[in-house]
């Protein structure tokens, strides 16, 4: 049986990287459109093209995706949203999904990719972790992301979690951004795109149905990033264990 999945999980995998690309290519010069308008609007655009694209991607490779908590962002108010991170296919569920305009943070090194690199760097503030300055300089990005009426998008793990808890440590950054910006944090809980394209699978895809939760606005009220990093940390490992199955 295991033979048989392997097997099946490379050859949905080839489907996975061509319709990937085939609709990358066909969204493409859409999406660089979006660089002649300014943002927020510019960057508005950029999310309902990439959600559109994503819909259709999403299902064409059997893992449709249900979306809850929308409701939680209220209109003309900015939020950091922390989302876990397990698995490739989360990084192009997080962005589109989220509405209204906002950017994630992201290595520098993708945007080196021809044609694929100028859609990631529409959609990110780019950092060097191995640079002070360039993480210094992210965060100032950041910070103005926020104040240009758009939301962030973070993964606090930082890479995947390829470890057997629920989640990883959570690195500082977004609760700092949040503490220093005064920005409510949303959490937000990817489901099953562990199962998809596990982390410690080299060329391999599953379909699965997925599910994305927007967890309760987390204000800052007060606390240091420390507790901040705790509070959102405990919501989001107490869902996830609850609704993982």
């Keep these: 049986m295991n033979v048989f999945k392997n097997i099946v999980g490379r050859i949905w995998a080839i489907w996975g990287i061509t319709s990937f690309l085939v609709t990358f290519f066909i969204i493409f010069i859409p999406s660089m459109i979006t660089y002649l308008l300014p943002d927020p609007k510019g960057q508005a655009l950029f ?8 819909s259709v991607w999403l299902r064409m490779v ?8 929308k409701k939680y962002f209220q209109k003309n108010t900015v939020y950091i949203v922390t989302c876990n991170h397990n698995s ?7 962005c589109p999904f989220i509405p209204g305009p906002n950017k994630t943070i992201a290595k520098t090194s993708f945007a080196k990719t ?12 780019l950092v060097d972790r191995k640079s002070d300055a360039s993480r210094r300089k992210s965060f100032e990005d950041m910070k103005k992301v926020l104040s240009m009426g758009m939301h962030m998008s973070v993964y606090p793990e930082g890479t995947r ?3 057997q808890e629920p989640l990883k440590k959570f690195y500082d950054g977004a609760f700092k951004l949040a503490v220093a910006t005064n920005t409510a944090i949303i959490p937000a809980v990817i489901i099953n795109t562990r199962k998809a394209i596990p982390a410690d699978k ?24 420390d507790q901040l990093k705790e509070n959102v940390f405990e919501r989001m490992k107490n ?7």
Aim: aromatic share 20%; net charge positive; with cysteine.
């Design 161 to 163: 979690n390829r470890s």
């Design 202 to 225: 080299f060329f391999y895809f599953i379909p699965y149905k997925i599910t994305m939760h927007f967890l309760e606005p987390v204000p800052v009220n007060g606390q240091t990033s």
């Design 239 to 245: 869902f996830y264990v609850q609704h993982q199955h």
């Design 114 to 125: 021809p044609f694929f690199g100028w859609f990631y760097r529409k959609g990110a503030v």
């Design 47 to 54: 999310i309902k093209i990439s959600r559109l694209w994503m």
């Design 88 to 94: 490739i296919l989360d990084v192009p569920i997080s």
């Design 62 to 69: 059997g893992c449709p995706l249900k979306v809850t908590g």
